[in-house]
């Protein structure tokens, strides 16, 4: 009698937990802030994905309904009062054959759709330009490969963090992996595609509208997996234009004797081993290719041509955007949006805080394993970006220099 006396409250305990947490995962799911919502399509496929999602959470709903009511209607109807044990169902076989049967028949309905969604969202055949992306720990590699396609590329643009494509356009994104596996999904544009080391797996993009469509790296792949991320920026044609000639316009070298010149040098010391900025050059006028193999243990390093006409940094895990700046582009309306992205970084709206904190000490900011002794061998290479110890000084020669870059 005590037992059951005390196991009491603690069963009302633990079904207040159950409905508190219940309704704070409710709440969180109805965000309205929530950049990678798979129930708000911006793309075919996506709306592919949720044109199939809606009808099959709505039988699984239905389902779960009946099922929850069943349990509690027997959990009341035949709790123990003393009384004989109820008929039972085995040996009834026409009851045991319909509760095989309707099971069947309800996978049955769920799969013949959601194959034929599957064969749409693999269909690659009508893309009309062509991104790849790689991954590596911990960031997305973007480059566009010279083509006819979405304009026309005479040369590649090689990027990270953020793919810029087209609206209205099917683009074929051609990925994989320089170490282990990643996972690319930008949930308003289509579904996950797994990275896979050796291979080239493909997926079809295409956004309705221009904006800013945020991704997830979902394959857990070492200590900052969650700092993986990726965004997928969607321009009218004509702005798409102007990012491609802006992306391949000459490098112009800091006027002589500026902050910015001084910190040009600093990178060529500093960081030009693994970062390529395309058109740099050294005191003889000899081009400077990166070499990021002899340091990184992916082989790769972010190309950090025109950074600023980005707005992301470090795998896309921090903004270089104020948050003020960083909403004016993120809110702006599909007309003002092209004008507003390609403004790139100023001065004024460049996120200090975050890049000082990146550039002093980079595996504090993003834990790395900087260190090759904590990962066994890796041939006395790097995982992530090594601490540089770069004075206060050289960091502001840094950040002038780069936000020339654009």
Known sequence: MVREMSAGPSRRRLAGALTALGGVTLLAACAEDAPQDTWQPA???????????WWVFAIAGAVGLI????????????????QPIPRQTHGRPALEIGLTVLPALILVGVAIPTIGTLMDLSRTSDT???????????????????????????????TSGQMVIPTGT????????????????????????????????TVRLQADRPGIYAGQCTEFCGLSHANMRMEVVALDPAD????????????????????????EQVFISQCATCHQVDGLVNADGVPIIAQPQERVFAGAAPNLTNLTTRN??????WDLLTPTCRDDVWNAS????????????????????????????????????????QLGPTDGLNRGMPYLALSEAQIDQIIAYLLERQ
């Open 43 to 53: 793309g075919e496929n996506a709306q592919r994905i949720q044109d199939l999602q």
């Open 67 to 82: 099922v929850f009511a069943t349990i509690a209607w027997v959990s009341v109807r035949y709790r123990d009062r003393g």
């Open 128 to 158: 009309e330009c062509v991104v790849n992306v790689t991954g590596q720990q911990w960031w997305w590699e973007v480059d566009y490969p010279p083509q006819e396609g979405c304009g026309g590329f005479s040369e590649p643009i090689v």
């Open 170 to 201: 099917k683009v074929l994104v051609r990925g994989t992996s320089r170490d282990v596996i990643h996972s690319w999904w930008i949930p308003r544009l289509n579904g996950k595609r797994d990275m896979v080391p050796g291979r080239v797996q």
């Open 240 to 263: 798409f234009e102007t990012w491609k000639a802006n992306q391949l316009a000459d490098y112009t070298a800091p006027m002589e004797g500026s902050l910015a010149a001084a910190g």
């Open 312 to 317: 992301t940094f470090a795998g896309a895990t």
């Open 334 to 373: 599909p007309e003002e949006f092209g004008a507003a992205y390609l403004a790139g970084v100023s001065a004024d709206c460049l996120n200090e805080v975050d890049l000082r904190e990146w550039l002093r000490n980079a595996p504090a900011k993003k834990p790395m394993y900087a260190d090759p002794e």
